[in-house]
């Protein structure tokens, strides 16, 4: 059955690759990003998900069309690394903005025709890294923490309508996020090991999941009759991380992350 489609952050790496994919599979997909996308699958509407009036704008534009919205798929954000006592007010803030508060302005936005339509299904797309704090990138883990946290929270507000919400915890999927992400300035006491961390951190992006790989994950997402709050998908090595922090000593645990991170 063909589904209605909202997917953010589709002008490139993940989230063009899912809008096309369900696009392809006869699905009516609506691609919001800051640019238009050209893509004979899927429809662009140019959007900055950070302003609350694009948004509301793009939600009615989709509405004219259609008499439901089936699926949200909250895709946008950004990274950021740098040390904590670098980053500055104006950077924590943008990344928010974008990681925590544009996610649930279109959460809001949707919920009223989920409601109606008394079905609904959303995916906060987050991180293996918002179970820990990774070094030089503590925001951006702290930013989809903060987003799972309110997917946990929306749980339970929105069942009664039949609207499930989880969070999607990504591992390095192979992407250009690096190019986009915020970067503080590095001061001097940190410059050698954060420049042995960023050199990994992006060796494994280089070697990470294929984005044709999350798409067909999350399809086989959408087709289960009901969600647990939390997925996570990712290679086995990341993956392993969450359960190795529930189970192992705090200090033992960061030893190991250390180690995996070439600072120890």
């Given amino acids: 059955m063909s589904k209605t ?24 997909v609506y691609g919001l990003s800051r640019k238009h996308t050209e893509s004979s ?29 089936d699926v949200l798929i909250n895709n946008a954000g950004m990274g ?5 006592e670098d980053s500055s007010k104006e950077d924590i803030l943008k990344l928010f903005n974008l990681n925590l508060v544009g996610a649930v302005q279109m959460m809001s936005a949707v919920m009223p025709k989920m409601r ?8 906060n797309v987050s991180s293996i890294g918002s179970e820990m704090g990774l070094p030089f990138r503590g925001f951006y883990s702290a930013s989809k923490s903060a987003l799972d946290k309110v997917t946990e929270a ?20 192979k992407t250009n996020i690096a190019e986009n992400r915020v970067r503080t300035k590095v001061s001097e006491p940190y410059k050698s ?36 709050a939390h997925y996570y998908f990712g290679k086995f090595g990341q993956k ?16 190991l992350m250390k180690k995996y991170n070439k600072m120890a």
């Fill in 193 to 228: 090991v954060f420049d042995k961390v960023y050199a990994l951190m992006n060796s494994h992006v280089g070697d990470g999941t294929e984005p044709l790989e999350v798409a067909e994950y999350v399809d086989q997402l959408l087709t289960k009759k009901t969600w647990k």
């Fill in 41 to 69: 699958y899927f429809k662009s509407i140019p959007t900055d998900v950070t302003d609350n009036n694009a948004v509301q704008q793009a939600i009615a534009e989709v509405l004219k069309t259609e008499s439901r919205i």
């Fill in 240 to 255: 392993i991380g969450v359960p190795l922090k529930w189970i192992l000593p705090q200090g033992t645990y960061e030893n």
């Fill in 5 to 28: 489609i909202i997917i953010t952050g589709t002008s490139s790496g993940i989230g063009f690759v899912l809008a096309e994919y369900f696009g392809k599979k006869g699905h009516k």
């Fill in 116 to 123: 109606e339509n008394q079905f609904g299904q959303i995916i």
């Fill in 154 to 173: 929306m749980r339970y507000e929105v069942y009664p309508w039949n609207v499930y919400v989880c969070s999607l915890h990504l591992g390095d999927i």
């Fill in 80 to 84: 950021m690394v740098g040390a904590v």
